[in-house]
């Protein structure tokens, strides 16, 4: 340990690393895909498309009709064999439980929240704000919502490469692929939606910035 006063302040001032209880992540996991099904929500009754995929799952309700929910669960199905490879069981097992409860959440909104009037725009920057939050939330919890969310946090993990900015990249993607089915203005917008949610999380979510396990 270093005699230098300077530093004795600060490694007493830096907490050391705990672990979330059982209960915490729990309720981390509910509170992040609630805040998630709500700005999907947000994004479909505005007709948009956001990034991942969340994203996949809007195009195929766009063009076959089926529930969201139902086509979020199927898709992440394959994701897990990566997830078990390189995150392990624990992670495995919060990102399956957060995927399984945003479906749910998903199904249900419509019974429980009626839309009658919505700006594109704000949806945009409202569903973004929520998505981008519920995903710190998980993410700060070992949890994800499956797919690209996988694929970042092992980047992150691996090479230090920030979830925000290498996410934004992917949705950009997808938006480019979700132009075959909504109109670009529509797209347009979604992109501001996408800037919105990727932000959050770049500013928020920084290797060593957050220490709890």
Same mark, same amino acid.
């Given at each position: 340990?270093?005699?230098?006063? %300077?530093?004795?302040? /600060?490694?007493?001032?830096?907490? =050391? +690393? /705990?672990?979330?209880? @059982?209960?915490?992540?729990?309720?981390?996991?509910?509170?992040?895909?609630? @805040?998630? !099904? #709500?700005? $999907? +929500?947000?994004?479909?009754?505005?007709?948009?498309?956001?990034?991942?995929?969340?994203?996949?799952?809007?195009?195929? *309700?766009?063009?076959?009709?089926?529930?969201?929910?139902? @086509?979020?669960?199927?898709?992440?199905?394959?994701?897990? &064999?990566?997830?078990?490879?390189?995150?392990?069981?624990?992670? $495995?097992?919060?990102?399956?439980?957060?995927?399984?409860?945003?479906?749910?959440?998903?199904?249900?909104?419509?019974?429980? #929240?009626?839309? %009658? !009037?919505?700006?594109?725009?704000?949806?945009?920057?409202?569903?973004?704000?929520?998505?981008? $939050? =519920? #995903?710190?939330? #998980?993410?700060?919890?070992?949890? !994800?919502?499956?797919?690209?969310?996988?694929?970042?946090?092992?980047?992150? %993990?691996?090479?230090?490469?920030?979830?925000?900015?290498?996410?934004?990249?992917?949705?950009?993607? &997808?938006?480019?692929?979700?132009?075959? +089915?909504?109109?670009?203005?529509?797209?347009?917008? !979604?992109?501001?939606? =996408?800037?919105?949610?990727?932000?959050?999380?770049?500013?928020? *979510?920084?290797?060593?910035?957050? &220490?709890?396990?």
């Amino acid at each position: 340990m270093s005699s230098n006063p %300077e530093v004795l302040v /600060q490694e007493r001032s830096v907490p =050391a +690393t /705990q672990r979330h209880t @059982l209960l915490e992540d729990l309720q981390a996991i509910v509170a992040g895909t609630m @805040l998630m !099904s #709500l700005g $999907v +929500t947000l994004f479909g009754k505005a007709g948009l498309i956001t990034g991942g995929v969340v994203g996949l799952g809007f195009l195929l *309700h766009y063009a076959t009709g089926i529930g969201f929910g139902k @086509l979020f669960f199927i898709i992440n199905l394959p994701f897990y &064999i990566l997830a078990f490879r390189k995150m392990g069981w624990q992670f $495995v097992l919060k990102t399956f439980s957060a995927v399984l409860l945003l479906s749910i959440f998903s199904e249900l909104m419509p019974l429980v #929240l009626r839309i %009658e !009037s919505l700006t594109p725009l704000y949806a945009a920057a409202m569903g973004g704000l929520l998505t981008g $939050v =519920a #995903l710190l939330v #998980l993410f700060r919890h070992k949890a !994800s919502l499956g797919g690209f969310n996988i694929l970042v946090l092992y980047l992150q %993990e691996r090479f230090g490469w920030r979830v925000g900015l290498v996410q934004l990249v992917l949705d950009s993607m &997808i938006l480019l692929l979700s132009t075959l +089915t909504i109109p670009f203005s529509a797209v347009a917008i !979604s992109l501001a939606g =996408a800037a919105v949610l990727n932000l959050t999380l770049a500013i928020n *979510h920084r290797p060593g910035r957050y &220490i709890a396990m």
